[in-house]
């Protein structure tokens, strides 16, 4: 148990003002929109890290987030607090579905049967979409195909990215998984009361974790995607931050790359280099057209 949690923390209610401190900061260097019904999340959130430091003001937090020190030690957990990680293993299966039955041909057309691709989990949270992309590849490997492939798996919270790095996930997680799935690409804890899992070397060796944040001007990978997952992240920027971060990922995507995007997520009227294939599904395009 924390030692914290014996004691009792009366946490003074934070002000619009304090408020507003975060929210501009949360809003101009992560790109998430922080409108003022969100106050009460905001303080529930950061309440853990309060007790964990001490600190029952948020006047107190903000200063000890933003001083020198805290820049050093506690801005990333504040980002990780802040920050929405919900995923799942195989989140909207359609989309992988449809890469088996018409990405991957596809570009093994295009690019040659024996060809590398590289795919990016965009905002990869825990690596649960990476994983699953990682299994997915494998998989079509195992049916015949020659294509090999590097995933990389990128976001800003440090906290997801350690996680998505050890690969280490509750067995109640595991649910979206098949069976037969489950017994190739995961491990079962040796100590039976521990109720986690662990995604194979196999997998593990096939994502390289990165940490990126969307709001850099540009994002410097040394090649083109082929494939790029960025689904449900658009939903917490606000339009022009969404339409600019797509515009990088697209400098990212080779001509005729595929991206795939949440399905409660909208691009339409937004001018990209990228045509619509399938619902939720974009190819990159050499001219910007209204998606
Ligand atoms: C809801 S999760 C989506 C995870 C996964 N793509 C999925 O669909 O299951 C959104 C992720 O976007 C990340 N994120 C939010 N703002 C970001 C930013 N400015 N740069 C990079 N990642 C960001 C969050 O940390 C979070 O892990």
Redesign the pocket.
């Known amino acids: 148990m924390d030692p914290n949690d014996s004691q009792i923390f009366i946490f003074e209610p934070m002000s619009r003002r304090t408020f507003s401190l975060f929210a501009d900061f949360i809003q101009s260097?992560?790109?998430?929109k922080m409108p003022e019904s969100k106050r009460t999340m905001i303080q529930t959130r950061l309440r853990k890290r309060m007790r964990s430091l001490g600190i029952i003001s948020y006047d107190d937090y903000y200063d000890y987030v933003f001083s020198p020190a805290g820049k050093e030690t506690e801005l990333i957990h504040m980002?990780?607090a802040v920050?929405?990680?919900?995923?799942?293993f195989f989140?909207?299966p359609a989309h992988f579905d449809y890469l088996t039955d018409k990405v991957l041909p596809e570009l093994a057309r295009n690019r040659g049967e024996a060809a590398r691709l590289r795919l990016w989990?965009?905002?990869?949270?825990?690596g649960?979409?990476a994983y699953t992309i990682a299994m997915v590849m494998n998989e079509y490997r195992e049916k015949g195909s020659k294509l090999t492939y590097s995933i990389y798996a990128?976001?800003?919270?440090v906290n997801?990215l350690k996680k998505g790095i050890m690969g280490i996930y509750d067995e109640d997680r595991i649910a979206p998984i098949s069976m037969d799935l489950r017994k190739k690409y995961l491990l079962k804890s040796k100590n039976r009361e521990k109720r986690v899992v662990r995604v194979t070397p196999l997998l593990r060796s096939a994502v390289k974790f990165q940490?990126?944040?969307?709001?850099?001007d540009e994002y410097r990978f040394n090649q083109k995607f082929d494939i790029v997952?960025?689904?449900?992240?658009l939903?917490?920027?606000d339009r022009p931050t969404q339409e600019s971060?797509l515009l990088k990922i697209c400098r990212c995507m080779r001509q005729g790359a595929y991206l795939f995007s949440?399905h409660s997520e909208t691009l339409s009227g937004m001018k990209l280099p990228l045509e619509p294939v399938a619902s939720t599904v974009y190819r990159r395009s050499n001219t910007f057209t209204n998606t």
Do not use: H, P, Q, W
Not at 121 to 126: F, L
Not at 211 to 216: A, G, I, P, S, V
């Open positions: 260097e992560l790109g998430i980002i990780d920050t929405t990680n919900k995923t799942d989140r909207e989990s965009a905002g990869c949270s825990s649960e979409e990128t976001d800003i919270s997801s940490r990126l944040n969307f709001m850099e997952f960025f689904r449900n992240v939903i917490y920027f971060t949440g």
